[in-house]
């Protein structure tokens, strides 16, 4: 790819998952969820921002759901008192990168709020469970529903 990523983690499981996805968005587009404490295989995009203060690409693979035509992301940070770098990172730009499978395009990025964004809420701890869990976590932190609109 050439641009170096900085996003979570260069070794570890979001590293590896990121390399297969980028090597074989196929096989890298469905994550086994089961050692992280969900149900088994889910739907994962990768997600491209560039860092608000570096400046630099990042690169991070995610699950995602379906909603309304879009893909929505979790902002939890497994539920850290922080939201995670690439939320920040996200909202500073007009528009991200998206890639599931092989389609990579534009989306401009929204925060859920509301009844939207409770449905949406409940949609995504049936798909992974330990959302649940990273709520209670996160404490008063209220963790972003992020939706990402396809650009025509």
Same mark, same amino acid.
């Given at each position: ?5 900085? &996003?979570?983690? &260069? ?6 998952? !990121? ?9 890298? +587009?469905?994550?086994?969820?089961? *050692? ?6 889910? *739907? ?7 860092? !608000? ?12 759901? &379906? +909603? ?12 850290? *008192? ?12 007009? &528009? ?13 990025? @929204? ?5 939207? @964004? ?22 008063? @932190? ?7 609109? !396809?650009?025509?």
């Amino acid at each position: 790819m050439g641009d170096p990523i900085i &996003e979570a983690s &260069e070794t570890g499981w979001i590293a590896s998952h !990121r390399e297969q996805y980028l090597s074989d968005p196929q096989a890298g +587009h469905m994550w086994d969820s089961k *050692p992280a404490g969900g149900k088994g295989p889910i *739907p994962t995009l990768l997600l491209t921002t560039i860092g !608000r203060k570096s400046g630099t690409k990042s690169v991070m693979p995610l699950i995602y759901i &379906e +909603h309304d035509g879009s893909q929505v992301v979790i902002a939890s940070k497994g539920g850290d *008192p922080k939201h995670p770098g690439w939320y920040h990172n996200m909202v500073a730009q007009d &528009e991200v990168t998206v890639q599931v499978i092989d389609d990579e395009f534009q989306a401009e990025v @929204r925060v859920a709020a509301g009844e939207e @964004r409770a449905a949406i809420w409940e949609k995504a701890v049936e798909l992974y469970p330990p959302y649940a869990e990273y709520k209670v976590n996160a404490g008063d @932190r209220e963790i972003p529903v992020m939706i990402l609109e !396809r650009i025509s």
